[in-house]
């Protein structure tokens, strides 16, 4: 087992998130890139809008990444040996476009209680201050909840464009990552992150996220996988394991849980996003 060290427990818990952490090689996390661009090129939208959820639904490799080992320990470190996956997200942002995320924190809109999960991303490509990585406010995850404006902008990466104004760049951390590295964090750290600058695409696979089986969903119904430990709360129901690339019942079985997530993205909310 490789567990998260003391320190990194320690930065975790002070900052709420740590990083880098080594995950995979740089040619795991190409292959993991041709996976996704191979379901972008042979496809084509099969990736887009609210299909970018649940992306470990359609994939028997996106699948596997889920349970990668190193990813598990760092989280087992953090949440306990009793986790589920309770979703993926593709957080892409083109060379060409103005992609964005606002300040946010995951807690918000997610209604996952109590706060026993945390968010993996995994830097498909590289992730630096020129291609719009990840930045966190380190320690407000010490704050409760906080107001959120709903912006719905086009280029926010964020289902409602949710955004915690007047947060200082400067006050803020990046998460700088080569690709096969992940960072962790807190359901209730501020985060964001700028334009890609650079002249490539950057990729995030984002667990989003591991819960411990204490976790429970208040809003609606999310559809969950075993990724490690035994679950005793059952409080949620178990998707297919995908065995064919964006076979008929895998198409089937992300679509279930996408049209379930978004009643979770958007309830209270009388306008709807892109995703
Ligand atoms: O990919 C990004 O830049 C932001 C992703 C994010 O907000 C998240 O993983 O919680």
Known sequence: MTMLS?????????????????????SEAKEIREEIEKIEKKWPG????????????????????CLNKNILDAVESIIGKN??????????????????????????????EP???VTVWLAVTDSNEKNGCMRMLPSSHKDNLKYHEQK??????LTR???????????????????????LHHP????????NFSDDRRIGFVIQSYIGT??????????????????KHNYHEYSEIPLTLMGKNEIISQKKANKELSKIFYNGSNKKGKF
Not at 84 to 107: M, P
Not at 161 to 183: H, R, V, Y
């Open 6 to 26: 003391t320190n990194q427990i320690s930065h975790y818990r002070s900052k709420g998130y740590i990083s880098p952490v080594s995950a995979l090689t740089s």
């Open 83 to 112: 986790i589920l996956i309770c979703g993926t997200t593709l957080f892409i942002k083109e060379k060409n476009e103005k992609g964005f995320v606002s300040f946010h924190q995951d807690a918000k809109y997610i209604g996952l």
């Open 188 to 195: 209730l750290v501020i985060h964001g992150s700028g334009l």
């Open 46 to 65: 099969a990736l887009d809008g609210i299909n970018r959820n649940y992306v470990h639904l359609i994939s028997p490799i996106l699948n596997k990444l």
């Open 214 to 231: 204490n976790v429970n969903q208040v809003i609606g119904k999310m559809y969950v996988q075993r990724a490690r430990g035994e679950d």
């Open 152 to 157: 719905f902008d086009k280029n926010n990466l």
């Open 161 to 183: 464009g949710q955004t915690i104004k007047n947060i200082s760049l400067n006050e803020t951390d990046p998460i700088i990552l080569k690709a096969g590295e992940i960072s």
């Open 115 to 117: 706060h026993n999960w």
